[in-house]
Structures are given as C-alpha cells and as structure tokens.
C-alpha cells in the first residue's frame, strides 16, 4: 500500500520486493527512490504527483516518501542500512 490512505505528515516507507508504484488515489506529491538488491538507486524521482505510474527494471524495493525539499538518494548512489540506523530519520532529515 505505500503511503496510499496517508496525508503530507506521513513516516517514509520501504516497500520490498517492489520494482512499480502507482500514484492513484494519492492526494498529494511523494519522493521515490527504486533501490537495486544490492542497494544502488536505479531511478530516483522528486515530487511524484497523483495519478502517475512509475517502475524501474532491476529495482528490489522502493522507498516513499512526502515530497520534501530535504535530501534524498539519487540515481547510482549506494543505499546500506545497519540495524542501528533510524531509517525514519534518514529519509526525511529529522533527528
């Protein structure tokens, strides 16, 4: 489900095993990233809109999240996540 059903002030999401989303239904613009298995960004896109399709070949899992104008991972960047890292926090700027 991603962040369908949510509002602008939902948490970042990580959907697994995912190489497609859809925006329909959406009421606002999300960042999307698609994350190869082996954790490099095959495609990254800001401000996604609703009622858009997008899907990337290869991608293992996609993370979302509100648009925001906070850093967020582009094409060919290496994504590692350690059990100790706040995955919250990094995708959307807070501490």
């Known amino acids: 489900m991603g962040l369908l059903g949510t509002d602008a002030q939902a948490e970042p999401v990580a959907l697994c095993r995912c190489s497609s ?13 698609f ?3 082996d954790g490099y960004v095959v495609l990254s896109q ?3 809109g609703p009622g858009r399709l997008l899907s990337a070949a290869g991608a293992y ?3 979302e999240r509100p648009a925001s ?4 991972p582009k094409e060919g960047m290496l994504i590692r996540v350690d059990e100790a890292d ?6 959307t700027g807070a501490k």
């Open 21 to 33: 989303i859809h925006t329909f239904g959406m009421t606002y613009a999300i960042d999307v990233a």
């Open 35 to 37: 994350v190869q298995q």
């Open 46 to 48: 800001r401000a996604l």
């Open 61 to 63: 899992y996609v993370l």
């Open 69 to 72: 104008a906070a850093l967020w």
């Open 86 to 91: 706040d995955v919250s926090e990094a995708l």
